[in-house]
């Protein structure tokens, strides 16, 4: 009788052990090597399956739902956070977070009362100021996205996402009131030195 056995190339922990004889080797080792790269793709494929899977309870509940916004899934943050709130209203993080479920969501005025919400318990947070931005922007009133951006960069003025944003309005808005391409061009510079990727030089070619 000969033994095969598949181990786990990270631990060395023995998988399974298949036994053949010797008269069957060259008929099933064809099978034999396809079960266990199967296997063996399995074991190596799992901890991705764990990052992907958010299952109920294992991370605290903002922690949940950041990651459920990084997944896409936006009514289930959505739905998480309304829970969330219901037992602390007060939670400028959630009321953020969920502000970003909504904006995802298309429902832009449920956003922009979230952050001004948020606002309110975190007022030094750039990073709000930068979502009100946005969905301000989106909505059509690129004025106030970029006051509010001013405003962000005051704050933070390494804040790479208030940057990019500020840039790109002063790049490619229509209105004289708000285009400065020389500033477009200062604030682009920075934030690719800072931050290199293919959504800021995007936005540096915008602003040359």
Not at 109 to 127: F, S, T, V
């Amino acid at each position: 009788m000969k033994h095969l056995q598949v181990v786990n190339g990270r631990s060395g922990e023995r998988r399974c052990t298949f036994i053949t004889s010797s008269i069957d080797t060259k008929r099933w080792v064809p099978v034999l090597v396809a079960a266990a790269i199967l296997l063996l793709t399995v074991t190596w494929m799992s901890p991705l399956s764990a990052a992907i899977i958010v299952p109920k309870g294992e991370l605290p509940p903002l922690e949940q739902a950041y990651t459920l916004l990084q997944l896409k899934r936006y009514q289930d943050a959505k739905k998480l956070l309304d829970s969330v709130l219901a037992e602390t209203p007060d939670d400028g993080i959630a009321l953020h977070y969920r502000g970003m479920a909504r904006y995802h969501l298309e429902d832009y005025n449920g956003a922009i009362g979230d952050y001004y919400e948020a606002l309110k318990r975190r007022p030094e947070d750039a990073d709000i100021l930068t979502s009100l931005a946005i969905v301000r922007h989106h909505t059509g009133d690129s004025v106030k996205a970029a006051a509010y951006l001013e405003q962000a960069l005051k704050k933070d003025p390494n804040n790479t996402k208030a940057m990019n944003q500020l840039a790109w309005i002063l790049a490619v808005s229509p209105s004289k009131q708000l285009r400065d391409g020389n500033r477009a061009v200062k604030l682009a510079e920075k934030l690719v030195a800072q931050k290199e990727n293919a959504h800021t030089l995007d936005t540096l070619a915008a602003a040359y």
